[in-house]
């Protein structure tokens, strides 16, 4: 995907939110809790992920904008179309996340809040992104090295649509574990 405004990294995020919502609400306790492997992630812990990572990011994004705020650059040229198509092929790898990153037993509905307001603390830094050259700071992401601003707040929503389609395939597993459990009782 090529973002070519802030809008359009914003309208993506809240895109991809919404279909990780859907599918996250409303299931039941064994859904929340299944493991498709040993040690791998449920539901529950995938959602709480999301929302201690979004929880850190917004603090990121305060942090780079009080510094682009205080350099007081005046009006901002238009933000350069980008893609984070050339993270992509990393991104297929698996990687570890952090300690303070890693779920600790949330229950789902708690992590669905709390991306509620992190969502909705995200959102009201728009007009301040707006106002700023989001090309000229950067911070390094673990994996992918410096990052400007408007990458960071693409990465939100790419790395939301990575963890939803971990999810379906957590909820697909478990879909195929009862389809095969209900053959062999026929």
Known sequence: MTYNT?????????????????????LDEA???FRAAEGAWSPAEIVEHLALIERRLTGLFQVMLKKLESEGAGTPPPMR????????????????????ARPRGARITDSL??????????NALRPRVEAVDGASATYPHPAFGPLNLYQWLAFVG??????????ERVLDSMNGARENKDADVA
């Open 6 to 26: 802030v809008a359009d990294i914003f309208a993506a995020n809240d895109e991809i939110r919404g279909r990780l919502v859907a599918r996250a609400e409303g």
């Open 113 to 122: 809040a709390q991306m509620r307001e992190s969502r909705a603390a995200l």
């Open 158 to 167: 790419a790395h939301e649509a990575r963890h939803l389609r971990q999810l």
């Open 31 to 33: 859904q929340q809790s």
């Open 81 to 100: 179309p980008f893609s984070l198509d050339e993270f992509a092929a990393q991104a297929r790898q698996k990687f570890n996340a952090p300690d303070e």
